[in-house]
């Protein structure tokens, strides 16, 4: 039986967005990540990147183009709980990665973030900072700009373990895993300290 769970998040920190406002930039980068059927093709993501007038180094948040509410999708939970995994766990879980993949999904896949009961529909500031980079003339600043949520933000989402999955990814290696999130969370900028989070997860006996 698919073992399922409903997950809180609350933002401690503000939020950081991480995708990039080029949308060539974007697109290319997606498909050269992972391979998808052409009904989640990167074509589908890009039609809810916002328009910006200055694209050039700037992160944006995805916002649905039918409510125009700001999300996450839900490959930001399994990524998490991939780096989360590989700090929390260790060698207790062996392959941990290819389990999460194969074993754990996150529904929906737009995570709406909601700011006391009610979905944004804009992000709250904006973040710059100085960025060094390498170039091939040499080290080189740069301005990088990230829209940005405050702290007390929340999403909520299910996470569902495949029965064979279930047998070693318990509800307390989730609850340890998430717990991370403490010292590591979400979003752009996160070795910082931005991202991060706490969080509510309960086992539920069906969707």
């Known amino acids: 039986m698919t073992e399922i769970y409903r997950v809180g998040i609350q933002f401690t920190e503000p939020l950081l967005a991480s995708a990039p406002a080029n949308r060539d ?17 990167a074509d589908s993501e890009t039609t809810s990147l ?3 007038d200055e ?3 700037w992160s944006v948040f995805h916002i649905d183009p039918t409510t125009e509410h700001i999300f996450l999708y839900d490959y930001h939970i399994l990524g998490f709980l991939k780096e989360a995994a590989s700090a929390m766990t260790g060698k207790a879980l062996t392959a941990f990665r290819s389990k999460i993949a194969r074993f754990v999904f996150v529904f929906p896949r737009r995570l709406y973030l909601m700011r006391d009961g009610q979905p944004l529909s804009a992000p709250e500031g904006a973040l710059e900072r100085a960025v060094q980079g390498m170039t091939a003339q040499g080290p080189r600043i740069s301005l990088k700009r990230s829209d940005m949520v405050r702290k007390g933000v929340e999403l909520n989402c299910e996470v569902r373990v495949l029965p064979i999955g279930a047998r070693e990814i318990t ?3 989730l609850k340890l895993w998430f717990s991370y999130g ?26």
């Open 25 to 41: 930039v974007y697109t290319k980068f997606i498909e050269s990540r992972r391979p998808q059927p052409p009904e989640t093709s």
């Open 50 to 52: 916002p328009i910006r």
């Open 55 to 57: 694209e050039s180094g």
């Open 171 to 173: 509800e307390d290696m």
């Open 182 to 207: 403490e010292y590591k969370g979400l979003g752009e900028w996160r070795n910082a300290s931005y991202g991060r989070f706490g969080f509510t997860l309960e086992k539920c006996d069906g969707p």
